[in-house]
């Protein structure tokens, strides 16, 4: 069975940084796309970012371009969110979901002072 | 960015009665491939998102076909024929057709 695993959420103070990780098992992320969608407390699903397993293109919703990056590791099963400058809007439980289909438990990022 | 609106935002539904979401594009969703790159997801209370349906009509495996979805260009609709308890939750339509991909605001699902 496929299945992905977030990890790194965490409390942070704005301005602050947290990588976020998504691992995948039964399947690597070389033809994949990979989605990365946060919940805010109580607040609806919202897309933050993309990755290409095929192409190696990356996509951004405007309000994290500049400060998240996506990446991913040579065996090609664990893909990263480098998430700096973190703003207080920012806090939700992040998940990924691989070609969204297959959504992790989430993790869980606060920021806040 | 395109814009999903969904309506209602909140149903409250007989046991055994259907239920029809609605989902309204702001930009037709058929992409340069002909295919519409239209979601649905089901989100149980404490759970993550589940996909029910892709490019439209679609329906992932396990999901049970009391459930179906339709629609094309801009216009989209879930739709339950028989309202189960275990379909308590919030509904999602989702595009993937332009980047940023974004959802709809979401439609709860209650037992009346």
């Known amino acids: 069975d496929e299945e992905v695993l977030e990890s790194g959420g965490g409390l942070v103070q704005p301005g602050g940084s947290l990588r976020l990780s998504c691992a995948a098992s039964?399947?690597?992320?070389?033809?994949?796309?990979v989605s990365w969608v946060r919940q805010a407390p109580g607040k609806g699903l919202e897309w933050v970012s993309a990755?290409?397993?095929?192409?190696?293109?990356?996509y951004y919703v405007d309000s994290v371009k500049g400060r998240f990056t996506i990446s991913r590791d040579n065996s090609k099963t664990t893909l990263y969110m480098q998430m700096n400058s973190l703003r207080v809007e920012d806090t939700a439980v992040y998940y990924c979901?691989?070609?969204?289909?297959?959504w992790g438990q989430g993790t869980l990022v606060t920021v806040s002072s | 960015d395109v814009v999903m609106t969904q309506s209602p935002l909140s149903l409250s539904v007989t046991l055994g009665q259907p239920a029809s979401i609605s989902c309204k594009s702001s930009?037709?969703?058929?992409?340069?491939?002909?295919?519409?790159?239209l979601n649905w997801f089901q989100q149980r209370p404490g759970q993550s998102p589940r996909r029910l349906f892709f490019?439209?009509?679609n329906r992932d495996s396990g999901v049970p076909d009391r459930f179906s979805g339709s629609g094309s260009g801009t216009d989209f609709t879930l739709k339950i024929t028989r309202v189960e308890a275990e379909d308590v939750g919030v509904y999602y339509c989702?595009?993937?057709?332009?980047?940023?991909?974004?959802f709809g605001q979401g439609t709860k699902v209650e037992i009346k």
């Open positions: 979901a691989k070609d969204l289909a297959v």
């Open positions: 039964g399947f690597t992320f070389t033809s994949a796309i």
């Open positions: 990755f290409s397993g095929k192409t190696g293109g990356t």
């Open positions: 930009q037709s969703l058929v992409y340069t491939d002909g295919n519409t790159y």
């Open positions: 490019k439209i009509s």
């Open positions: 989702m595009q993937g057709t332009h980047w940023p991909q974004t």
